[in-house]
């Protein structure tokens, strides 16, 4: 099969499709993925077929330093038009695109093209009846607003957001205009939920198509197998537990603030602090003790976080996830979009207390929290039987079935 992959956002994103046009290759596929500029460097060392996306995305996205759900929906439509322009050219001379949802101009070019398109979820992003919105700050249900609503209110917003920008290069293609985004999308995609049932849910009254198959980890980047060395002896150099804190590519204004909070208290329970450093030089400004590691390189989750007793991170779909196969207690400090879901389904499943906030939570509070964290039996218990069960899933051989599914030529000679 010829297979045309689009991704863009941060690490927990593009690091998946990585893998998987990898595993594809492997298997007999030829493969073009598109993603942004920020990860060539990576696209090079997979040895992948791939094309940097001509509007540097997530870097003009973040350019401003703190990534708000408005910066997300502003980039996320100034884009659109150059998705078009991208991937017609490209979808042409495939049989199939498999594209995440934020590619909101997938559907409409798949359409244009006639090709299938397999419509990649990091979370429940399927209007329904049961669950609320993933992007919304109370991702938990409402006694009073039914999720249905919250999900009509969104698509407005939606709406409001890339319809317009839609239907002009619609029209120019000579397609008809689309009333609701929200409804077009699931229903011209075959949606495929790339994350864990055990982690996240779904909603059985989804009446689109859909399948849940697991997250696609991706443990065969190059890294700096030096640092890694350094961290491992940072944490066996004493019985002292080990708290790994994390915002990834995400920051905030009150990131240093927070950071030092947070290894003040490491630091009054004799704990082991270790900060990965991530896109915005997290805890650089925290005081060089015994007790602190700051990790400012790339390594894959599977190496570091069984070696930890605790996890705090921003809440990204790929760090919840590689938090969670860990078997490790987590704490989710989110800042935007689906986070909050995702830190909210910690809570729920009593693998960590849940979310804390950079501003509001008290210090005495989030002394609770840590302290929970490190030494909670149930959090402990709970998280390593989860972890059995993602370990379990096989998610990067799942997608690959799904998408070798489409494969009608070797249907047909399998039936002959």
């Not at 039987?385 to 030529?409: F, K, M, P, V, W």
Request: charged fraction near 25%; include cysteine.
């Amino acid at each position: 099969m010829r297979i045309l992959l689009v991704t863009r956002g941060s690490q927990g994103d593009i690091y998946p499709f990585l893998a998987l046009a990898r595993e594809l290759e492997s298997r007999g596929h030829d493969i073009t993925l598109s993603l942004p500029r920020a990860f060539e460097r990576e696209a090079k060392d997979a040895g992948v077929h791939f094309f940097t996306q001509a509007f540097d995305d997530i870097e003009g996205m973040m350019a401003g330093g703190e990534l708000s759900t408005g910066t997300f929906l502003a980039w996320t439509r100034r884009v659109i038009a150059s998705q078009f322009d991208e991937l017609i050219p490209l979808l042409k001379d495939h049989d199939i695109l498999v594209a995440t949802n934020t590619e909101f101009a997938a559907p409409s070019v798949a359409e244009y093209c006639g090709k299938p398109l397999i419509r990649i979820h990091y979370g429940p992003f399927i209007p329904g009846k049961v669950i609320p919105p993933p992007v919304m700050p109370w991702p938990r249900p409402h006694p009073i607003i039914r999720p249905a609503l919250l999900w009509s209110v969104l698509n407005m917003g939606l709406n409001l957001m890339v319809l317009k920008t839609l239907n002009r290069s619609r029209k120019i293609l000579g397609m008809k205009p689309i009333r609701d985004q929200g409804e077009h999308a699931p229903a011209n995609s075959d949606n495929y939920c790339m994350y864990s049932r055990y982690l996240g849910v779904y909603d059985p009254a989804w009446k689109y198509r859909w399948e849940i198959g697991g997250y696609c980890f991706n443990d065969s980047f190059s890294y700096d197998r030096a640092a890694l060395q350094d961290f491992l002896s940072f944490v066996k150099k004493d019985s002292r537990p080990t708290v790994f804190f994390t915002l990834g590519s995400c920051t905030a204004k009150d990131r240093d603030a927070f950071a030092q909070r947070l290894f003040d208290i490491v630091c009054r329970h004799n704990l082991k602090l270790v900060v990965g450093c991530g896109w915005w030089n997290l805890g650089t400004r925290l005081d060089r003790r015994e007790n602190l590691y700051l990790l400012d390189a790339a390594i894959p989750h599977s190496l570091i976080f069984p070696s930890c007793d605790g996890i705090i991170h921003h809440g990204g779909v790929g760090t919840s996830h590689s938090a969670a196969r860990s078997g490790r207690p987590q704490m989710i400090v989110p800042l935007l979009l689906d986070q909050f879901f995702w830190g909210y389904r910690v809570a729920q499943l009593g693998i960590g207390p849940g979310a804390a906030d950079f501003k509001r939570t008290p210090d005495r509070r989030l002394e609770e929290m840590i302290r929970g964290l490190v030494d909670s039996a149930s959090y402990k218990k709970n998280a390593a039987a989860l972890g059995e069960q993602i370990r379990s899933e096989r998610g990067l051989e799942n997608l690959c079935r799904h998408i070798e599914s489409y494969d009608t030529a070797a249907a047909c000679r399998l039936d002959a």
